[in-house]
């Protein structure tokens, strides 16, 4: 390669792997996550290797969930696609096929190749975007549907983690018990809710308006994808509590005219719903051009992803914590060894590429299918 990667484009020029492999893997969750749409207790995911013929090897991961609702393809649907056409493709020509409907499938291949083309010239991700050794986080609390009580308990435990912001999911029926509970055992700690789309304009308008009368950072996503910008622009011009989207961000275009309109002015940036890094960095750097506050969200990845997410979340278009929590927190055993220090803060991976790479017995012991193309 003749000179440091510009990263944010298609590599022209670039022969294509000499072999791409395909690793299903599945991992026991220390508790079970719970959400508005979802209850998971295993974590299963997709990671892929991209080799090239000098030898560097690059990785990706596909956090796709096994049903629909988050907005992305299911790991079912993204796992063909990869198998069917997209390593093909990819093996035959160095290059990856666009696929509105397989955002999450794209990017793990995306961000496989730039893994290894970064790595051939020893450079890495967070060197690029100017990211700092360690990063403040926000610990998420999943704990829908159980007691007021427990939730607090839970949020104090995320705390004591050291979290510069405590997000709770919350559902319309139990939302204001929920904060009540938690305001009473946190105190002043800044605080933000994820509805993850679960209220209704119309319906559900004295929850919102108790909740957006309570000390919150955010409210993330309270209505769903499909629900009209104007019920979000009415909502926002309560004040109170700034909104953010997250399931709507599925592209700039769909999240510019909200910004724009003042309907919401915090985003939820995920790397593979977008269709990789790049594509993550192209949409942080203009929505944040426009005003809106931006964070890298998770989506339970495994420490692939996760790692390679965190780097990026260190650029200066983001200006909120990421919700990159530890691994730990989540499974029992990731394929990576972990990314934080010993006070517990994020730790921004060094050296070259941008995604740490699987210890190879962690990955045996989580493997549950496994595909590999090489090139003829």
Known sequence: MAGPLSWTDEPDGDEPPVRIGLHRVRIALVRPHRSAHHTVRDRESILVRWERSDGHVGWGECPTLVSAGYATETTDQ??????????????????????????????????????????????????????PATLPGTGVVASVGDDPTDVAAATLAVVATGSAVVKVKVVPATALEVVDAV?????????????????????????????????????????????????????????????????SATSV????????????????????RLGGLAAAARAASELSSLGASCFVGGMFELGVGRSSALRLAGA??????????????????????????????????DGPGCALHPVPERLTAAEVERVEIVRR
């Open 253 to 272: 275009e769909a999240v510019r005219g909200l910004v724009l309109d003042g309907a919401c002015s915090v985003v939820s940036i995920k790397p593979a």
């Open 78 to 131: 993204a796992w063909a696609a990869l198998v069917d056409r997209l390593l093909p493709e990819a093996l035959a020509s160095g290059r990856v096929a666009a696929d509105p409907a397989r955002p999450a499938a794209c990017g793990a291949l995306r961000d496989a190749r730039l893994d290894a083309r970064l790595r051939v010239d020893g450079v890495g991700l967070g060197g690029l975007v100017g990211a």
């Open 316 to 349: 200066p278009w983001f200006d909120l914590p990421t919700d990159l929590g530890p691994s730990a927190r989540y499974v029992a055993l990731d394929v990576t060894e972990p990314v934080v220090d010993d006070a517990g803060r994020l730790v921004v991976p």
């Open 183 to 247: 305001l009473d055992a946190v105190g002043p700690v800044p605080l933000a809710l994820d509805a993850n789309g679960s209220f209704e304009p119309g319906e559900h308008d004295g929850i919102l308006a108790r909740l957006l009368a309570a000390p919150l950072r955010y409210l993330e996503q309270p209505f769903g994808p499909s629900v009209p910008q104007s019920a979000w622009s009415e909502l926002a011009a309560r004040g109170g509590v700034p909104l953010a989207v997250d399931e």
